[in-house]
């Protein structure tokens, strides 16, 4: 079956650590990207990937940092640096990278993570 | 800049009754538009999506949308709810360059009996 996976569906973190979440896609798809989830404010972007070994800032980018060292692969950590980082995280991908066309995001199930 | 508004946080409506969810969006370019539905503490599902051509968009579920663009909304409908819908929808508007979605924050369906 063909679809984006996220691991684990819940993270538990106490606080000054780091934590990395893990999303993989076996649809082929260029681009990639992780979605902040807060209860009232809909989904925010943190970063996105539209290339191995390239990736952009989103709208809340800071105390979280990412990499993209295959094409299937987008983990996201949550440094000590992230202020409030209990949320629910989405990770999408889309067929292609954009440029002057806009292609369809699918999602994964997503991981919750509460910092105690 | 562009942005969604989904007016209204939560609807509640009785099964077998008419839905109409409403979406308007600020975007400079031509719209790519967007629905998803998102059950709780799962992902989104895409319901239906607007890129051109025919303003009515047909969905998953039973599900439709109209694009328009004097009003710049893309309101969806069902004509006939079922107590399987009450979820979460999102509007989202996709750029053309680079691909960056932008969402509403979300109306929360509740379905009575």
């Known amino acids: 079956d063909g679809g984006i996976t996220q691991s684990p569906k819940y993270l538990f973190r106490k606080e000054g650590q780091n934590v990395t979440l893990s999303c993989e896609q076996n649809?082929?798809?260029?681009?990639m990207y992780w979605y902040r989830q807060d209860p009232g404010q809909g989904l925010r972007l943190i970063y996105y990937?539209?290339?191995?070994?390239?990736?952009q800032k989103g709208d809340i980018a800071e105390g979280y940092s990412v990499s993209r060292e295959k094409k299937e692969s987008f983990p996201l950590t949550v440094t000590s640096a992230q202020k409030n980082p209990t949320a629910f995280y989405l990770c999408?991908?889309?067929?292609?990278?954009?440029?002057?066309?806009?292609?369809?995001?699918?999602f994964g199930p997503g991981t919750r993570l509460t910092v105690l | 800049a562009q942005s969604v508004t989904q007016p209204d946080i939560h609807i509640t409506v009785s099964e077998g009754a008419s839905l109409e969810l409403r979406c308007n969006y600020s975007?400079?370019?031509?719209?790519?538009l967007f629905w998803y539905v998102q059950s709780p503490g799962q992902g989104l599902q895409l319901l239906l999506k607007?890129?051109?051509?025919?303003?009515l968009v047909q969905g998953i579920k039973g599900f439709e949308a109209e694009f328009k663009r004097s009003q710049s909304s893309f309101n969806l409908r069902k004509p006939s709810v079922h107590w399987s819908d009450a979820a979460e929808y999102f509007c989202?508007?996709?750029?053309?360059?680079?691909?960056?979605?932008?969402f509403g924050t979300g109306t929360s369906l509740t379905v009575i009996p």
């Open positions: 999408a991908s889309s067929m292609r990278s954009g440029g002057t066309s806009t292609d369809t995001q699918y």
């Open positions: 649809l082929n798809h260029d681009a």
């Open positions: 990937s539209q290339i191995v070994n390239d990736f």
């Open positions: 975007y400079g370019a031509t719209p790519y």
């Open positions: 607007y890129f051109s051509g025919d303003t």
């Open positions: 989202a508007v996709g750029a053309n360059t680079g691909n960056q979605f932008y």
